[in-house]
């Protein structure tokens, strides 16, 4: 390993959507992992028209080991929608490698790392991080490290604000930015199909 | 953590007896003798958890062999706090330039440890580098590394016993098991 590999460091930078993304980033940082969060949205449904219906953006791409990572720490009911979404990516995109990782996946990974008391916030709903007055409004805890979720992407239908069940109330407000980042990156999305 | 006395009531079944680690781990000593047939090989353990099988698995080889021991940290202990970044605690003990080196390992299952330390090795400019694992957990795999040498492939469940602990305990039984959630649900 090459003293510049070795000197690689965690990445303070970004702002991640829910508290086990940052959690999930940080030990692909402690083992060194190259990682990008959410650099690509696919489209996976058109209009008559062509016209983005629906988008999704897996959370991570590990670029040296070519595969893409969704978290989905939620409740098990409404994990069925991203399921849908990764099977749709996966029927369009044959080339890609996407690995899901369930809620049971993260919970075993802290559990490996000892981590098992911080499950409960770090993941489901109390993981989602919201904006301080958000939370104060809702009752809910604001997401540790002082992140945010200006950059998310939402991978919600766009054609229907808010009618994704995982949103919950704080998410809704985000989602027409998520639409413009949407189709500006389905735009990135098509070549990367096209060179698959 | 809230473990019991006698360890064995934290095991909710058996997973692999002492006889059937006893037979593959045999399996697996016979096939690296023959794949390894006059070259140089040195085995490193990754301690802890890999060291009853380390200790078993070199007496069913043959041939002539080094053995080197290394511990790399985990995401979750110590190091974390200090640098946030994966360390080699122990490093190898002789140079492995020109040689096989053959990786024990207890258990693979996200690849992240393993996948670390092949690069890290690689560094080291080996002949070449082989993983032998005893147990390997797909299901849980993130990083996809070829394994050379497997046991048994497992299902979806925390094991311990024959060096895989629980907060430092459990390495000690002798066969593997599935340890009762009760045992590491906070």
Redesign the interface.
């Known amino acids: ?2 003293e510049e ?1 070795s000197s ?3 990445r303070a930078d970004c702002s991640f959507a829910h508290a086990s993304e940052a959690e999930f980033a ?8 190259d990682w990008q969060y959410e650099p690509i949205t696919f489209p996976i449904l058109w209009d008559l028209d062509g016209n983005v219906l629906e988008s999704f953006a897996p959370d991570f791409y590990l670029p040296d ?1 070519e ?1 893409f ?1 969704e978290l989905t720490t939620l409740q098990q009911r409404l994990v069925r929608k991203k399921n849908r979404k990764v099977r749709r990516l996966r029927e369009l995109y044959p080339a890609l490698r996407i ?1 899901l990782f369930y809620a ?2 993260f919970r ?2 802290m ?7 911080l499950v409960s916030e770090l993941s489901g709903t109390l993981g989602q991080v919201m904006p301080h007055s958000e939370a104060d409004e809702y009752g809910l805890p604001a997401g540790p490290g002082g992140l945010d979720r200006s950059n998310a992407t939402d991978d919600a239908d766009p054609s229907v604000p808010g009618s994704n069940p995982e949103q919950g109330p704080g998410r809704e407000r985000r989602s027409r930015a998520a639409r413009r980042r949407a189709t500006r990156k389905a735009a990135a999305a098509t070549v990367y199909a096209a060179a698959t | 953590m809230k473990h019991s006395q006698d360890l064995l009531l934290d095991v909710a079944e058996t997973l692999l007896t002492e006889e059937q680690i006893a037979a593959k781990v045999a399996e697996l000593g016979k096939q690296i003798s023959d794949d390894y047939a006059g070259r140089e090989l040195t085995l490193v353990s990754v301690l802890k958890g890999s060291l009853p099988f380390m200790a078993d698995l070199m007496r069913r080889i043959t041939l002539p062999l080094r053995i080197d021991l290394m511990e790399v940290s ?4 110590t190091a ?1 706090e200090s640098s ?3 360390r080699i605690l122990k490093d190898l003990s002789a140079p492995i330039d020109g040689r096989d080196v053959l990786i024990v390992e207890d258990i693979i ?2 690849g ?2 393993l ?2 330390l092949i ?2 090795l ?2 080291k400019n080996p002949r070449s580098i082989t993983v032998c694992a005893l147990l390997d957990k797909p ?6 590394i070829p394994l050379d040498y497997v046991g048994f492939e497992i299902p ?1 469940a ?1 094991v311990v016993g024959y060096g895989l602990d ?2 430092e305990v459990y390495r000690n039984l002798r066969f593997v098991g599935v340890l009762r959630p009760e045992a ?3």
């Open positions: 390993m090459s590999e690689r460091g965690p940080r030990i692909l940082d402690f083992y060194q992992v080991l595969i990572v690995k049971r996946d075993a990974l559990v490996k790392y000892g981590r098992s008391a | 985990s995401y979750g202990g974390t946030g970044l994966v299952d996200t992240l440890t996948n670390y690069r890290y690689k560094g299901a849980r795999r993130l990083v996809e979806d925390f629980f907060g590491y649900e906070s």
